[in-house]
T-cell receptor, first 113, second 112 residues
Framework: EPEVTQTPSHQVTQMGQEVILRCVPISNHLYFYWYRQILGQKVEFLVSFYNNEISEKSEIFDDQFSVERPDGSNFTLKIRSTKLEDSAMYFC???????????FGSGTQLSVL | GEDVEQSLFLSVREGDSSVINCTYTDSSSTYLYWYKQEPGAGLQLLTYIFSNMDMKQDQRLTVLLNKKDKHLSLRIADTQTGDSAIYFCAEIVYSGNTPLVFGKGTRLSVIA
């Protein structure tokens, strides 16, 4: 079965540093998402992306965050200057249509020290 | 806005049935999902139900949907130790790129 892949599985960074989390969505999917899960809390929506632009974002997704689909296969989340509270598991997801099931990657655990 | 509520913990004995409950607020939800998250792993789609259905069965899993009460449940028959995980209820509304909204998750512990 096709799957969404994310790299790296773990990322440790110093506060204030930039990080890029990478995702390869399922190849024929058109809608892409980032979610995050702070330890012990809900899975929270960050941003959705379609047709090479952000279609919706949450209030968490401030100016420190950006997303990009630099080529036909990768979908990246950049955090410009990381804060301690950015420590979380970040999940990428993709789907073919918005009213169909989302396929999630296994996540990147980001630890900001 | 949309909200999804679940109880946080459930403990059952191996071989018994588990029932995980969820309530949601958005009556226009089209799909409702159950995801499973094992320790250190990603979100695995277990099953889903379309809003015009009342029940869906998939091997050991039974999903019941009560649209009037906005209540969703997941029943796992013959629960095994490998079923120990966090189970997330999630809803999606058919509206452009509206995101999936998750509950906090129910931690299922299976006692041998």
């Amino acid at each position: 079965e096709p799957e969404v892949t994310q790299t790296p599985s773990h990322q440790v960074t110093q506060m204030g540093q930039e990080v890029i989390l990478r995702c390869v969505p399922i190849s024929n999917h058109l809608y892409f998402y980032w979610y995050r899960q702070i330890l012990g809390q809900k899975v929270e929506f960050l941003v959705s992306f379609y047709n090479n632009e952000i279609s919706e974002k949450s209030e968490i997704f401030d100016d420190q965050f950006s997303v990009e689909r630099p080529d036909g296969s990768n979908f990246t989340l950049k955090i410009r200057s990381t804060k301690l509270e950015d420590s979380a598991m970040y999940f990428c997801a993709s789907t073919l249509n918005t009213n169909e099931k989302l396929f999630f990657g296994s996540g990147t655990q980001l630890s900001v020290l | 806005g949309e909200d999804v509520e679940q109880s946080l913990f459930l403990s059952v004995r191996e071989g018994d049935s588990s029932v995980i409950n969820c309530t949601y607020t958005d009556s226009s939800s089209t799909y409702l999902y159950w995801y499973k998250q094992e320790p250190g792993a990603g979100l695995q789609l277990l099953t889903y139900i379309f809003s015009n259905m009342d029940m869906k069965q998939d091997q050991r899993l039974t999903v019941l949907l009560n649209k009037k009460d906005k209540h969703l449940s997941l029943r796992i028959a013959d629960t095994q130790t490998g079923d120990s995980a966090i189970y997330f209820c999630a809803e999606i509304v058919y509206s452009g790129n509206t995101p999936l909204v998750f509950g906090k998750g129910t931690r299922l512990s299976v006692i041998a």
